[in-house]
Nanobody, 129 residues
Framework: QVHVVESGGRWVAAGDSLRLSCEII????????VGWFRQAPGTEREFVGA?????????????VKDRFAKDRFAIIRDNAKDTVYLDMNDLRPEDTAIYYC?????????????????WGHGTQVAVSS
């Protein structure tokens, strides 16, 4: 059995940074991909990024880039702790959402929520302007 537990969400001011944690509990040796998603009220759950076993970060949202088109978010993996982190910088009110972590069988990353097999309950991030 696999359990996914997110933590770290809280209220922050615009421009602040925040680190979310995702602990994968259980048999993790065959779970090489971990993804982060977010869902704001009244919207669909959207893919933020994913990380592979080798530590390759895959991020797709244009909204998580700064005005220089650099990623404001980054995903880091600590395999020794079975923990994945979502580092968020220069937070904006539009980043307000429940952030979910998920993992899946297989080695391919995916942007599609239904392709992930285990999910956490989410952690709330609220950014005030």
């Amino acid at each position: 059995q696999v359990h996914v537990v997110e933590s770290g969400g809280r209220w922050v001011a615009a421009g602040d940074s925040l680190r979310l944690s995702c602990e994968i509990i259980g048999r993790t040796d065959n779970l090489p991909v971990v993804g982060w998603f977010r869902q704001a009220p009244g919207t669909e759950r959207e893919f933020v990024g994913a990380i592979t076993w080798t530590g390759d970060f895959v991020g797709v949202l244009d909204s998580v880039k700064d005005r220089f088109a650099k990623d404001r978010f980054a995903i880091i993996r600590d395999n020794a702790k079975d923990t994945v982190y979502l580092d968020m910088n220069d937070l904006r009110p539009e980043d307000t959402a429940i952030y979910y972590c998920a993992t899946k069988r297989g080695r391919d990353t995916s942007e599609i929520p239904k392709n992930y097999d285990w999910w956490g309950h989410g952690t709330q991030v609220a950014v005030s302007s």
